[in-house]
């Protein structure tokens, strides 16, 4: 197969609600949408799910673009590859900008889909039909915001609930909410907010029987997480840390975490996310999908890829509704009694409603 045309649409989409995390406030969200169209006129498109800002990790929307753009697209065109493990080695001496080599692959696998006639699932060898859905709420004002969030999602029936922590905010929403819902399955995560000198107060966490605490200490730093999971009781799940599988084996080696969170953008892609995927598997080491604010084509791809028979916890796969007000796909993401299905189309198995992609552009190249 050979790419003839490569397509970037930036746009832009407001948050329904701001979201605040220990590193960032973010109102809105840019993300770069690729479409690839082949020899055949056959076409897939992928989500580069960047942030606009390098506070979660040191890729932004501008860096993905350049990376996309100037190496990626140009790597890619007029050039023969018969599986998407060839396709990504067409590029494969580009270093790092994991989300731009992400977007790259979600849109050769939509591609690969639509013209086999087989679903993402299909392709990745996912077993589940329905997937178990979470929520993440960012930092708010006062505790009482926060509960009504808790409220109208548990209310919505999703099936475990994430609060962002920092440095104050942390035992106190945690206390409320627990208090509030006794069972409800809870979860944290610090984005990199704390350090091991902060070990006696991450501790006082161990009470509320939470499922994880998400990357407490420092993206770079292992060797900090290994000796804060040593002293806790709750389980370290790593996030910014694991770039690919070997970062995984690495942290599992080591027990930095005892969970992972595998996330389609910052590994690079979903033959990576799958790689990681089946070394946990192989180890019964629990991982699930997490999220980067995704439109409803970056949302499709995470359920195909939550089908796996490993992904034992609920993802932050939310509906669409989470954060858009009208997401780019048509039907939505939808989340009932806490599930969400595996969409079953060929490729990412989503319409994209090009009049609402062309509504929120902010920037486009045809190359
Ligand atoms: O750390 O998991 C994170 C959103 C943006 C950047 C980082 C993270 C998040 C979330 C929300 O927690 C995930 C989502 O619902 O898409
Ligand atoms: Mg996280």
């Not at 109102?27 to 690839?36: F, G, P, Q």
């Not at 006696?200 to 000796?227: G, R």
């Not at 939808?334 to 490729?347: E, I």
Request: charged share 25%.
């Amino acid at each position: 197969m050979k790419i003839k045309k490569v397509e970037l649409h930036r746009v832009r989409l407001e948050l329904v609600r701001p979201f605040r995390t220990s590193s960032a406030y973010r109102t809105h969200i840019e993300h770069i949408l690729v479409r690839l169209i082949d020899s055949d006129g056959a076409d897939g498109w992928g989500e580069i799910a960047t942030a606009v800002d390098p506070f979660y990790n040191a890729e932004t929307t501008e860096t993905a673009w350049h990376i996309a753009h100037d190496f990626l697209a140009p790597m890619v065109l007029e050039k023969s590859w018969e599986s998407v493990g060839e396709f990504r080695n067409l590029y494969g001496k580009v270093k790092g900008n994991r989300f731009a080599r992400s977007g790259m692959e979600m849109a050769v696998w939509d591609l690969v889909g639509r013209k086999s006639g087989q679903s993402l699932a299909e392709m990745l060898g996912g077993t589940l039909t329905e997937v178990e859905v979470g929520v993440s709420l960012g930092i708010e004002a006062d505790v009482s915001t926060l509960l009504t969030q808790v409220d109208k999602y548990v209310e919505e029936g999703y099936r475990r609930v994430k609060l962002k922590i920092a440095p104050g905010w942390d035992l106190k929403p945690v206390q409320a909410v627990r208090e509030k819902y006794p069972e409800l399955r809870l979860q944290v995560d610090a984005n990199s907010a704390y350090a091991l000198n902060d070990m006696d107060q991450l501790k006082k966490l161990d009470e509320y029987h939470l499922l994880l605490i998400e990357q407490p200490l420092a993206d770079d730093d292992m060797i900090d997480h290994a000796e804060l999971q040593k002293y806790l009781k709750t389980s370290v799940c790593l996030d910014e840390s694991l770039h690919h599988v070997d970062d995984v084996r690495k942290a599992l080696e080591m027990q930095s975490c005892r969970v992972v969170n595998i996330k389609v953008s910052r590994v690079g892609g979903l033959m990576e996310s799958k790689a990681i995927h089946d070394y946990c598997l192989a180890r019964q080491i629990p991982v699930w999908c997490g999220g980067m604010h995704e439109f409803g084509l970056g949302r499709a791809a995470n359920l195909g890829l939550a089908s796996l028979e490993g992904f034992k916890l609920p993802g932050d796969t939310s509906g669409s509704d989470k954060y858009w007000k009208q997401d780019l796909i048509d039907p939505p993401v939808t989340v009932k009694n806490g599930l969400a299905q595996v969409p079953t189309g060929p490729g990412l198995g989503v319409n994209l409603v090009m009049d609402r992609v062309a509504a929120g552009r902010t920037r486009l190249a045809v190359l």
